[in-house]
């Protein structure tokens, strides 16, 4: 069973605008969520995290948006650059190891 | 800091042959962890040592694949006899410990294709 889905496994923008990428989980055990951003051929990399006693976190372009009530989160990217092309994953955990969602491809268009 | 690092980065066999992969975490991570990617999905967890132990390895698939962290610090993941279904990214990870709150680094993978 999938814990955390990532509804959308494509999107596109232009250059300048802002990317949202959405993250649904079912496990209210969670604590701790995490987006990985993946380019081909290299293994996910690390981008932003958020507790769960928190609502959002802030890095730079990168925001992450928790909603605990909704079971759901959110990456939003601003202003998107063509760097940002890349599989985006929402992980979460509730202690042990991440359970990853399915991924959404961006492609950030000049 | 050196990153993960893991070897093969890819690798070709025969369905029903056998095939090894090493991961060394970063200096001082605890925890150690094995996921299976397939392509169009996201990486699922095989095993996760904390230290030498094995804290879960529900989603290891035992009649084939073994894996193990003898010293505490570098780890060996073992498929015998592959599957054409094996054929995925292997990726090695590792965390400074295993609670919430901990980021989980991965290296850059071992690609399988079973034929």
């Known amino acids: 069973d999938q814990q955390v889905k990532q509804n959308s496994p494509s999107l596109s923008v232009q250059e300048g605008r802002i990317s949202i990428l959405n993250c649904d989980y079912t496990n209210s055990m969670f604590d701790y969520f995490l987006w990985y951003k993946k380019y081909p051929a290299e293994g996910p990399t690390f981008l932003i995290s958020?507790?769960?006693?928190?609502d959002k976190n802030e890095d730079g372009r990168f925001t992450v948006f928790l909603n605990k009530s909704a079971k759901h989160l959110s990456l939003h990217i601003v202003p998107s650059q063509p760097g940002d092309s890349a599989v985006y994953f929402c992980?979460?955990?509730?202690?042990?190891?991440?359970?990853f969602g399915k991924g959404t491809s961006l492609l950030v268009t000049p | 800091e050196a990153g993960v690092a893991q070897s093969p980065r890819y690798k070709i066999i025969e369905k029903r042959q056998s095939v090894a992969f090493w991961c060394n975490p970063i200096s001082g991570h605890a925890t150690l962890y094995w996921y299976q990617q397939i392509l169009g999905q996201g990486p699922k967890l095989l095993i996760q040592f904390q230290n030498n132990g094995v804290v879960d390895d529900s989603q290891l698939p035992k009649d084939r694949f073994s894996a193990e962290r003898l010293k505490g610090v570098d780890s060996t993941l073992k498929i015998q006899p592959a599957k054409l279904e094996d054929s995925a990214v292997y990726l090695c990870?590792?965390?400074?410990?295993?609670?919430?709150?901990?980021?989980?680094?991965f290296g850059e993978g071992s690609w399988l294709t079973v034929v």
């Open positions: 992980a979460a955990t509730s202690g042990y190891a991440l359970n």
């Open positions: 958020i507790s769960s006693i928190k």
């Open positions: 990870a590792s965390s400074l410990a295993s609670r919430s709150g901990n980021t989980i680094y």
